[in-house]
């Protein structure tokens, strides 16, 4: 007998271990009986999730942890036993931004550094010409998108709040909107970057890995009093997703996984730039200029899939950084216990130790993010909101 199960997602290469772990039979192998329900918005999945509707979720993880402190919304315990993915996100700029962004980079400077400076250069100008601010979109105000894209320009001396604007926009949505001049730039998660590149509407210009070395990005996530009254079902979930990301992992199955992926009940987009993805392989440009990052995404490899608590602490950080709460030791404890490692290490028979994913957080500026001084570590940047 299998245990029916309903879990949301959205079309993202980075919900690849749910719909492998369905459609190639691992759920099936662990008794569950899996539905995956299509969503556009993430405050539907958060909603769905929070209401019962869905019993787990792909769910962004900076939701989860917002959702566990009851921030922007009616306070629902989370709990998180398996990682999507690390990184996964790019920014994506317009071909007049891209050209005006490229303008104005020093010599040697295609680093993130460099094309945030150039960013404020864009900004000054535009300011000076009297024009209107440019316009990002991201995923979700609780969101590493939103996070990522501040931490970049601000390094440059960009403020986000001041010096641009920054608008929500449901990842599918994300395309057209560049295209139809409605916003300058976004960032968002694979696949909808290459669609831009595709239709001729855009540049990715960063990879997130240029910014972060390793983001926790996209979480399976539960209620945290569903998790306790089904361990064995959160321990079979966690199973049948690590047995997916395992196999979406060999380059051997890439092809397969994309044309799974590429389903219109699924993804829905061509099988082509969802192998890219896999690959790490992008189209960067309408031109065909082609980049290769072995870390653009992580969905099992480089134990991508342990949570990892420090991960949470840093995106606590962020939320404090841009004033969407303040410090509380009780507050950060919450959000580092809403990745469950434990629950992960119990469903494989792992004892907890060993080889795992590193408990450092470190970007291209400011210092290595450490959880026990999070205040310190928010001191270091000149750009953030008054702190509480």
Known sequence: MTEPICIGFIPLVDAAALIVAVDKGFAAAEG?????????????????????????????????????????????????????????????VSPALHAAITGEIEAGRVDPMGTALALARVVAKRRKKGMEPLTFGMTFPFSSHNYQLRLWMAAGGVDPDEDVRLVVLPPPYMVDSLANGHVDAFCVGAPWNSVAVDRGVGHILHFVSDIMERAAEKVLAVKQDWADKNPALVAALVRAAFHAAEYIEHPENHLEVAQILAQPDRIGVAPQIILRTLEGRLKISPDGTVRTSAGYLLLGREEAARPDAVQAGWLYAQMIRWGQTSLSADALKTAMAVFRPDLYDAALGRSGKGAHSPATISSFTGPVFDPNDVMGHLASFAIKRRQS
């Open 32 to 92: 569950l009986d899996v539905t995956l329900m299509r969503e556009v918005s993430w405050s539907n999945v958060r909603d769905k999730l929070n209401i019962g509707l869905f019993d787990a979720a792909h769910l962004l993880a900076p939701v989860a942890i917002a959702s566990s402190l009851g921030l922007g919304h009616v306070k629902v315990p989370i709990a998180a036993p398996f990682n999507l993915g690390l990184n996964g996100n790019a920014i994506t």
